[in-house]
């Protein structure tokens, strides 16, 4: 019996996306959906470095939203449109609109870009602001291509 249990929880470890496959989503549509997850986490404490003046994390952050603009159109390949079962909110014209989808990506990696170099003045004025142009990056997008 106790090795029973054994095997199993080596098996769950093994295979992590057996333990999140309640929402339905898998593969690409999942991974998509675990970097915009984090993309909010990274959002949040941007926001509160914000109040922290802490100029390193906020950098650090944009970093890694910037490497995730970069390579977020390998994210949304054809045949990953949303369906019943995936629960994906992708809208249809990221693949009937695709200079459309790709000018909301590189807003974002504008945006991101920017607020990296902004970040490095130290400036919590510019900052802001600066914060406030990717985090229009983000909405803009939303509206236009997410259900
Ligand atoms: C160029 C377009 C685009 C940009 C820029 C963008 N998103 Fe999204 N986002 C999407 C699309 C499309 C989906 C739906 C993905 C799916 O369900 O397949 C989505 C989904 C999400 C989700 C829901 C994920 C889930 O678990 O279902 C969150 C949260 C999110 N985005 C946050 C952000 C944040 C924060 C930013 C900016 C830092 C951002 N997004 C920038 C297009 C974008």
Redesign the pocket.
């Known amino acids: 019996m106790y090795k029973c249990k054994f095997i199993l929880i080596l098996f769950l470890i093994s295979f992590p996306f057996f333990s999140y496959s309640n929402d339905g989503a898998t593969g690409i549509?999942k991974e998509?959906?675990?970097k915009?997850?984090e993309?909010?986490n990274?959002?949040r404490t941007i926001n509160k470095s914000l109040s922290d003046n802490n100029f390193d994390i906020i950098r650090q952050s944009a970093e890694k939203?910037n490497k995730w603009?970069i390579e977020?159109h390998k994210y949304?390949p054809k045949g990953?449109e949303?369906n019943i079962s995936n629960?994906?909110?992708?809208?249809d014209n990221?693949w009937s609109d695709p200079d459309g989808?790709k000018k909301?990506?590189k807003?974002?990696e504008i945006t991101s870009a920017t607020l990296i170099k902004i970040s490095q003045n130290k400036n919590i004025d510019d900052t802001v602001s600066s914060f406030r142009e990717?985090?229009a990056?983000?909405k803009?997008?939303?509206k236009q291509?997410?259900n």
């Open positions: 549509v998509r959906m675990d915009f997850q993309s909010k990274l959002m939203l603009a977020m949304f990953s949303a629960k994906s909110q992708a809208g990221i989808f909301a990506v807003k974002f990717l985090a990056s983000c803009g997008c939303h291509f997410r």
